[in-house]
T-cell receptor, first 115, second 113 residues
Framework: DTGVSQNPRHKITKRGQNVTFRCDPI?????LYWYRQTLGQGPEFLTY????????KSRLLSDRFSAERPKGSFSTLEIQRTEQGDSAMYLC?????????????FGDGTRLSIL | AQSVTQLDSHVSVSEGTPVLLRCNYS??????LFWYVQHPNKGLQLLLK??????LVKGINGFEAEFKKSETSFHLTKPSAHMSDAAEYFC???????????FGGGTRLMVKP
């Protein structure tokens, strides 16, 4: 496994700007997940994809957030009109097909700081 | 719905002494449980998982955890702490379909020389 890759590692932007993060999952994994982790807290589920289909979205995912996974490979998470409260680590994970024995493998995350 | 409570936000041990990180869970079905470790500015690494097989689960780096249904607990232990074990540890429960993970608040393990 080459591991889950996330880019960029760090993003600093001004309030109100749009930002986009990318996640490249482990190549044979068809499930992809996004989580958000604020300082001192555990990660919180945002959304997940089975191939290119977005199957579940958390209520944390406001209408300013959009995630895509074209062609079922890499995924992007876009935040429009960023707010101070969006400052967090955004983590991506991937796994093989459904099954409780298939653990999620995490990337190193993208840390977003809103000025 | 499921939830996880990690009973200690910080645990400090001396190198070479045992480690105990406590976790209680709540789930309306037979849960799948995990422990992940996170080093500073890094992603999460899976330590071990329980998926209704043996109740004593062995993981990487000498860690193990015991699933106790009667106590709804899944505590993480290691016989002898190493300096490299210093990190944040998360107890995690999976939803019934294995999709959404619910994390505990984390326990920061500090290891003194």
């Amino acid at each position: 496994d080459t591991g889950v890759s996330q880019n960029p590692r760090h993003k600093i932007t001004k309030r109100g700007q749009n930002v986009t993060f990318r996640c490249d999952p482990i190549s044979e994994h068809n499930r992809l997940y996004w989580y958000r982790q604020t300082l001192g807290q555990g990660p919180e589920f945002l959304t997940y994809f089975q191939n290119e289909a977005q199957l579940e979205k958390s209520r944390l995912l406001s209408d300013r957030f959009s995630a895509e996974r074209p062609k079922g490979s890499f995924s992007t998470l876009e935040i429009q009109r960023t707010e101070q409260g969006d400052s967090a680590m955004y983590l991506c994970a991937s796994s093989r097909d459904r099954g409780l024995s298939q653990p999620q493998h995490f990337g190193d995350g993208t840390r977003l700081s809103i000025l | 719905a499921q939830s996880v409570t990690q009973l200690d936000s910080h645990v400090s041990v001396s190198e070479g002494t045992p480690v105990l990180l406590r976790c209680n869970y709540s789930s309306s079905y037979s849960p799948s449980l995990f422990w992940y470790v996170q080093h500073p500015n890094k992603g999460l690494q899976l330590l071990l998982k329980y998926t209704s097989a043996a109740t004593l689960v062995k993981g990487i780096n000498g860690f193990e955890a015991e699933f106790k249904k009667s106590e709804t607990s899944f505590h993480l232990t290691k016989p002898s702490a190493h300096m490299s074990d210093a990190a944040e540890y998360f107890c995690v429960v999976s939803d019934n379909a294995g999709n959404m993970l619910t994390f505990g608040g984390g326990t920061r393990l500090m290891v003194k020389p």
